[in-house]
Each structure stands twice: as structure tokens, then as C-alpha cells.
């Protein structure tokens, strides 16, 4: 009848119209596998980047040296994160490179977005570096390691010990006494709970007396 061929009609009309809308969505541009890293989106022109450098393993520290593509960013943050074996990254960290505002990052809440911040902000450098890597120990991040225990103490004392202050001789802790201090505190030293001997006292004082005048003193036995 015409009301059943206008009714099939209409049905194909309709599926055809979703066959088509499902085309579209299917052949629409997909996130690349490889994403361009985003501190390379400053650049204006679409020319191809030219990678010439590659991202380390933050924990060359401990011995890791996996590199990676730039455009494998993603992964480079997902493998040092592994690094923290279930701890988790530490909730602030700072930049091995630079002292910029930025450098230092901070989110008690979310470490994780802490890290990969972090990890945005030191891409930047290894392009700019060549893929060296930075400098500076993270501080935050060995005491978070250390903590953790997921550092060797001798690799943490090492990589704390760093200092940028200028060599300088002679240099001693403070509280530092000579063996000639230490000898002289120790023979002005009283036990703290020695009683005071006044007779003591009273010979001494006569003895400096004595040493002054050249006779010792004696009270008269007959007083006028």
C-alpha cells in the first residue's frame, strides 16, 4: 500500500541519515598517537618540528637511564611516576634547572598533577638544554624518596650534600671549640651538685693576698 512503501520509505530515510552521521564521527580527527609536547606549542607556524633532543628518566640519580621521543611524553611522565612503586610522587617539587616563579609547584591534594606540572615545566628545559640534565638535586624530592625509602642512604647523603656556595677554607661547624677550649672548660668546670667550701675559698683569697703583699695576714688575736 502507499502508507506502508511511505512508512519504508521514511525508515530508510532515517537510517541513512544515522549510517551517515555515524561516518562523520567516525572519520573525524583522532588525537595523534604521538602528541606534539606542549611546550612546544608556543611555535606559530605549522612547520614540523624538529626534535633533536630527548627526555630523561628524572632518577638518573638512581642509576636509571631511560631516554624517550618528545613526542612519547606521556610516557615519560608514566615511567618516572612508576618510580615511586605505589608511593605516589611527593606533593611539592621543584624545577633542577631554573629558579623562575613556576619552578616550585605545590597541591598537597593532588601530587600526581604536582608531578606531571612539574614534569611540563622540565620538557621545556630539555629542549632548551639539549636533553641534559638539570644541575640542581630536587630536595623535595630525595626527602619524599628517603621517607619512602626508596633511595640508598649514601645516594641520598650525596645528592643533599650539594651546595652552590663558593669553596671556602677554614670553615668550621658552629659550637667548634680548639682541644685548648676543651681543656679550659673542663678545668673551670664545677660538679653541679659539689658543696661550697667556704675554708676553701677563704685560703684561696689568703693566698692571692699573700702574693700581693709578700706576708700573710692574721687577724689580731687580742683586738683592742
Not at 175 to 193: H, L, S, W
Not at 195 to 217: A, C, I, M, V, W
Request: overall charge neutral; some cysteine; glycine content about 6%.
Amino acid at each position: 500500500s502507499a502508507i506502508s512503501s511511505s512508512s519504508r520509505h521514511s525508515d530508510s530515510d532515517s537510517a541513512s541519515r544515522r549510517s551517515s552521521n555515524s561516518t562523520v564521527l567516525s572519520t573525524a580527527p583522532s588525537i595523534p598517537p604521538f602528541p606534539t609536547p606542549p611546550w612546544h606549542f608556543y611555535l606559530s607556524n605549522m612547520a614540523p618540528i624538529d626534535y633533536d633532543y630527548e627526555l630523561p628518566c628524572e632518577f638518573g640519580m638512581l642509576g636509571c637511564g631511560v631516554k624517550f621521543h618528545p613526542e612519547g611524553y606521556l610516557d615519560w611522565v608514566a615511567h618516572s611516576i612508576s618510580h615511586f612503586l605505589g608511593h605516589g610522587p611527593p606533593s611539592n617539587s621543584v624545577c633542577t634547572f631554573c629558579d623562575e616563579p613556576n619552578a616550585y609547584v605545590r597541591d598537597p591534594q593532588d601530587p600526581v598533577r604536582t608531578w606531571r606540572a612539574r614534569m611540563m615545566h622540565i620538557g621545556r628545559h630539555h629542549q632548551e638544554t639539549g636533553g641534559r640534565m638539570g644541575h640542581r638535586p630536587d630536595f623535595f624530592l630525595l626527602e619524599h624518596l628517603n621517607r619512602c625509602r626508596l633511595i640508598e642512604d649514601d645516594d641520598f647523603e650525596r645528592n643533599m650534600s650539594y651546595t652552590e656556595r663558593p669553596p671556602c677554607e677554614n670553615l668550621v661547624d658552629r659550637g667548634f671549640q680548639t682541644p685548648e677550649m676543651k681543656d679550659r672548660e673542663r678545668r673551670n668546670a664545677k660538679p653541679v651538685n659539689e658543696p661550697h667550701d667556704l675554708r676553701k675559698e677563704g685560703r684561696q683569697r689568703q693566698g692571692k693576698e699573700k702574693g700581693r703583699s709578700g706576708k700573710t695576714y692574721k687577724p689580731s688575736e687580742h683586738p683592742k
